[in-house]
């Protein structure tokens, strides 16, 4: 299991939302690598929408890094 810490950045993540992540996170790590070392989700508004940047160290020397923006948090 990777560590995970999942953060707001002038919102409260509350637990529905930061169990939808893991759950989500975990299964997109899972199609791709036999499992991950860590990953770091902060999750922002910007305006009306809701914006999540991730980074996932899968391997050793490995970082992966991405975000989307939706109206929607989930």
Not at 39 to 50: C, Q
Not at 62 to 69: D, N, W, Y
């Amino acid at each position: 299991m990777m560590d995970l810490a999942i953060k707001g950045k002038g919102l409260d993540v509350g637990e529905a939302l930061r169990a939808h992540i893991e759950t989500e996170l975990n299964g997109i790590v899972a199609k791709y690598f036999a499992r991950a070392l860590d990953a770091t989700v902060a999750v922002s508004r910007e305006a009306h929408r809701f914006r999540a940047d991730i980074t996932v160290h899968p391997l050793k020397s490995v970082v992966i890094q991405g975000h989307a923006a939706a109206d929607d948090a989930y």
